[in-house]
């Protein structure tokens, strides 16, 4: 005997197959055999949220001694919709590769540029004053590689020049200072021996023309080591004191000239700033305003929390204002032309802001605190 069941016999029964799109009913056994139609009709679709064409399939078909009636239908989905859709689909992979495409490259660069940022960090660090070769890190990148090759070749070369530089400015001011102190003793013995008056006014031309250059040369030095950052050694210090220190200083040439002195100093004004330089940065423009100014001028100093101004009478400037703090730019010719070039290097390296200009027939420096001093 067989253990095969008939093939009428395979399936599922009719009330376990529950699909949204199929309709299974029992008809009677004696009703007529439905054929397969197809019909189309317009029906709400709850995917798209509208009423949408519909595609019916129906038949009926006796099975193990019933009658059953099926249906199938489904929705005609629009050309348009489709498409619609595939756009939204291809948008949103889009989006998501882009998204993780910069994730990649955030992470990717982060690893794959830290030699480089590496490199700048050490750059920034990097300075002539430490006497230190540039430490650079090792990395399989060749083209970082040949970069860092390239930036310690060049900072050595950068340490020697500098080196080499400032050795002889040293050896150089050095080697003038001894020459020009003996050929002063030798003009000033002259001076006390007997000579006529124009023998004495030879050598009092060459003792001005010998005292001017051993001035050139000692601006020279120290506009050379404020270039190069040599004075570290910042401080406090009462700036109020200082000026006030400075001006008693220069009150004989200021007699000498008549000069009318106006001044407004605010007590305890306190500035983070080298103190020799804070002497140097006084003193030549307290000496600016009394050497270019007319006799029977006047000289107005004012010192507040957040500025220097000092105000001279006398002539107009020959040029302007600002090619004052160039080296060697001069309207009197008994001037080395150095003064506010040294005046304008101190300000630089103390943030400080300073500005020359001519007003009211008056010359006026105003030198701006930075808000850390």
């Known amino acids: 005997m067989s253990s095969h069941r008939p093939k009428d016999q395979i399936g599922i029964p009719a009330n376990k197959i529950v699909r ?16 397969l139609h197809l019909s189309d ?21 006796k099975i193990n001694g019933k009658h059953y009636y099926i249906s199938v239908y489904n929705m005609m989905i629009r050309a348009q919709d489709v498409t619609k859709l595939v756009i939204q689909a291809m948008l949103w992979i889009f989006v998501l590769l882009l998204i993780l495409l910069l994730i990649f490259i955030r992470i990717g660069s982060e690893k794959i540029l830290s030699p480089f940022n590496q ?14 070769a540039i430490s650079l890190p090792e990395t399989g990148i ?19 020049d500098y080196n080499s530089l400032k050795e002889f400015s040293e050896n150089a001011s050095h080697e003038l200072q001894t020459p020009l102190a003996i050929i002063q003793g030798k003009l000033e013995l002259l001076m006390e021996s007997d000579i006529n008056d124009e023998q004495a006014t030879l050598i009092l031309t060459a003792l001005n023309a010998l005292d001017k250059l051993t001035k050139t040369n000692q601006s020279l ?17 009462n700036f109020s004191q200082l000026v006030n220190e400075t001006m008693k200083g220069f009150e004989e040439l200021i007699d000498m000239k008549s000069i009318h002195l106006e001044k407004q100093i605010c007590d305890n004004v306190l500035l983070k700033l080298h103190p020799v330089l804070a002497s140097i940065l006084l003193n030549n423009l307290l000496s600016n305003a009394i050497r270019h100014n007319n006799f029977d001028g006047c000289i107005s100093v004012q010192l507040s929390t957040s500025k220097l101004l ?4 006398g002539n107009p400037p020959t040029i302007p204002t600002e090619e004052f703090f160039h080296r060697f730019k001069k309207s009197n010719p008994d001037s080395i032309g150095l003064g506010l070039s040294i005046v304008k290097q101190i300000c630089e390296l103390h943030l400080f802001n300073i500005q020359y200009l001519f007003r009211n027939n008056k010359h006026a420096i105003e030198v701006t605190f930075n808000k850390r001093a």
């Open 20 to 35: 949204e799109q199929i309709q299974i009913r029992e008809l009677k056994y004696s009703a007529p055999t439905v054929r």
């Open 41 to 61: 009709t317009i029906a709400w679709s709850r995917q798209l949220q509208r009423m949408e064409r519909q595609i019916k399939a129906a038949s009926s078909y």
């Open 119 to 132: 490199s700048l960090v050490a750059i920034h660090k990097f300075s002539l004053k430490q006497k230190k």
């Open 142 to 160: 060749l083209e970082f590689k040949e970069l860092n090759h390239f930036l310690q070749k060049m900072t050595k070369k950068a340490l020697c």
């Open 221 to 237: 030095i120290l506009l050379t080591k404020l270039e190069n950052e040599e004075y570290e050694s910042i401080e406090q210090i």
């Open 310 to 313: 000092i105000e001279n009478s």
